[in-house]
Every structure is written in structure tokens, then in C-alpha cells.
């Protein structure tokens, strides 16, 4: 076991890096209240011995896990649940309604993966999927509630990242953990002002007007703290909401755009990278105060790649809308 995996938060929580890309990248949370216990996402299915690893630092044997709760069933947020199950006999996974099918059946999800990341990166970077037996998975509708000890969860329907993405309202710490509905942020970018946050715009589903209705409608809720997947805990205030707001307002308005309208796949997928570089790098060169080292950039590298690839389905498929109707 190695602890510095492992991040005690307050409220009866442990971040577990699971690993996944670099250090600092992807996240899973134990919670515990009573003796009981939960994983918050599962990471990709090789963080298993890691998040094993983490009940055994907090003492708690793998009968104790009453829930693995999955936020959408993205690989890296969820690739690892069927071999997490196999290792604790009591729990139930948790998953929104629209991902359940995929968790029993994985294997369109691991097809739109590999066509996502490609094959080699697939193996790399996810591991073998395991089938959850369907008689272990909760699929849980907005404001299903789950009791955990004395701790008490509200799972909310979290659209716009993803249509199968649920968050949860910890009533305890007054924080959400937001899956990727509330964007990413890594820690290695805090500066005085507080984190760089931005949206995860990842492919298939992502749509821009849902993402913003979320996000407000997490807002709304006026948390104390939000949990990211990517990466740990920040604090919630207006700043960070606005920051969301404003970007994800910025990629609706592309689709005003003239520029994409009409050019074929490639040249599309060129104008669409172009603009997420100016978006993330100028963004973060504006937080940093211009101080942003070749390193950060790297950082930032997968996550300007997914983000191009999901605006270009959005877009792919708006286009093909506006020619249906012109049709
Ligand atoms: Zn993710």
C-alpha cells in the first residue's frame, strides 16, 4: 500500500488518485459514516487494488461497502465497478438509469470507447471491463434517496456532460460531488484567486445549453464545497459558477458560427481544435498571470483533445439537424 494515494478530507472522506494518466488526474472518494462505507466513482477498472488498498488504510474490511456509486458510466469514472463488486460481497452499484444497461453490458461502451481513444490507448489506459450482475445495480431516478449510516445522499439528474450523469448531494458536508458536470480543475493550477476550472466537453452526448442549466441548478443548492472526479476538493462560490457559465456560454455561441458551417469532417475538427486551444491555453494563461510553463501545457493536452472531439459531435450533429430541415 502506498498512503500517498490517499487524501484524508475532512467530513469522513478519502481521495484516492486512482492512477489514471498522471497522478492528480482522476479521483474516487470513500466515504464512511457508522462503519458503513461508499465508493464515489470507481476510476478505470486497474485502480481496483488502489481503492482496495484504501479501505485497508481506513481500517474498514470490504463487507463494510454498502455502494459504489458511479456518476456516468465514462471508463474512467466507471470502467473499474464489475471487478470493484467482485471484491465487496454487500454493495450495490449506484448509476442513473440511462447507464445501468451499460454497466451489465459493457460492450458498446468499451466499442465507443476504443473508437474515442483508439485501440492501443484503450488498453492502456482502461484494462478489461467487468459485467455487474444487474440484480447488484440500483438505477436511480432525481432526488432518490440513500442512506448511508447516518449520512444521507440525494442523487440528483445531472444532464449536459453526459445524459447518463448523475451527481450527489452529501448533506453532511454540504457538498456535491459533481462527476464532471461542474468541470475539471487540477491543483496544480491554484493560484491566488483561487482554482482554473473549465467544462468537460468530452464525447458523445455533450450539449452545452443542458451543461449550463446544470450548473445552475447545482448553484442553486448554495453548496459549501464541490468534489471534482478531476481533481479533488475545491470550495464553491459565485467565481467558480460564473467561470462555468461564461465558458460553456462562449462554446454555445460557436454555434452562430459561420466557419464550420459546410466544410467536411476534417476541416471542422481543425477550426474546432484551433478554438478549444485559444479557450483552455489563453484561459489558463490569463489565471496564471501569463506564467505557464511547457509542463502545464502538457497537462492540459488530453483533456483539449476530448474537449475538441465532443464539440465536434455537437456540432456534427447540429449540422446534420440544419440539412434534415433544409432537406
Ligand atoms: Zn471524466
Redesign the pocket.
Known sequence: MNPTHFQDLSYDLTLIDTGYHRPGC?GSYLMESMGRAAFIETGHANAVPRLMDALEYRGLSPNTVDYVIVT?V?L??AGGAGALLEKLPNALLVVHPAGAQHMVDPSRLIAGTRVVYGDDQFQKNFGSVVAVDPSRVIAVPDGYLLTLGDRQLTILDTPG?ARHHICIWDAYSRGLFT??AFG?SYRAFDGLEGPYIFP?T?PIQFDPMTAIQTVDRLSALNPTQLFL??FGMINWNTVVRDAMITQLKMIQSWRERTEWRGQTGPQRRRWIEAQVKQWIVEGLRTHMHGALTAQDRTLLNMDMELNAQGIDCWLAALEKQTAGYSA
Do not use: K
Open positions: 482522476t456516468h465514462h474512467d469514472h456532460h462527476g464532471d475539471l468537460a468530452t472526479t478531476h
